[in-house]
């Protein structure tokens, strides 16, 4: 059993619209972490977090502590949105992470 | 600062072989990890190290072994390459003070024949 599961696996969407992405995890955490993979491979962080809220740009990433939930939120979509999303729990020193979610954005 | 970076991109080695994938930071971080991913399958951590001088396993570390060279430089190892660990290895570093922000390097894709 994976620590942290993501939903949905694929996803695709018209350009334009309001995605959302689900983590949950069963371990406890310090932190959340979301990646993303670009086609060619390279990962970058978009957020870490351990309570509450975080925006940048038209991402928005939220936590539930208590419900062991987060979610990535990206509005106004768009095909260079389309990558691979991962998120990672922090658990001490390391983290567990999910296997990922693939958006398409088609214009 | 060029970040994380890792040498080779690109390796074929054949069953039996050994080879070192090379992984260097220069943001003074105290943490670094050694993944690989799989498809299907989220990346798992082979190795860490939460300072200079020490390492530790993490959840596939068979057939595997690290050196910390010093705060910058953390290399992994492969002594008997095995089809098995055909993979795209990635090395990451942690930033402590800014929310455990990892950041990772352009990756390795090795094939065992």
């Known amino acids: 059993k994976n620590e942290v599961e993501q939903s949905p696996q694929n996803l695709t969407a018209q350009e334009g619209e309001f995605i959302t992405i689900n983590c949950s995890y069963s371990v406890g955490i310090s932190a959340l972490h979301w990646l993303q993979q670009h086609p060619g491979g390279g990962i970058v962080s978009l957020f870490m977090l351990s309570s509450g809220k975080k925006k940048h740009g038209r991402l928005i990433a939220t936590i539930n502590i208590q419900e062991k939930h987060s979610s990535l939120h990206i509005t106004a979509s768009h095909p260079r949105d389309s990558a691979v999303y991962i998120c990672a729990a922090l658990t001490g020193n390391q983290f567990y992470f999910g296997t990922g979610t693939s958006l398409t954005v088609i214009p | 600062n060029a970040g994380v970076t890792q040498t080779p991109k690109f390796q074929v080695l054949k069953t039996g072989q050994s080879m070192t994938l090379q992984c260097a930071q220069d943001m003074n971080h105290n943490s670094m990890y050694w993944y690989r991913q799989d498809p299907g399958m989220g990346l798992r951590l082979i190795y860490y190290s939460a300072s200079e001088g020490t390492t530790d396993k993490g959840e596939v570390p068979n057939g595997y072994n690290v050196s910390r060279l010093n705060k910058r430089e953390f290399s992994l190892r492969l002594e008997s390459a095995a089809p098995s660990q055909t993979s795209v290895y990635f090395c990451?570093?942690?930033?402590?003070?800014?929310?455990?922000?990892?950041?990772f390097g352009p990756g390795t894709r090795l094939t065992v024949l």
């Open positions: 990451a570093s942690l930033l402590e003070l800014a929310g455990n922000e990892q950041f």
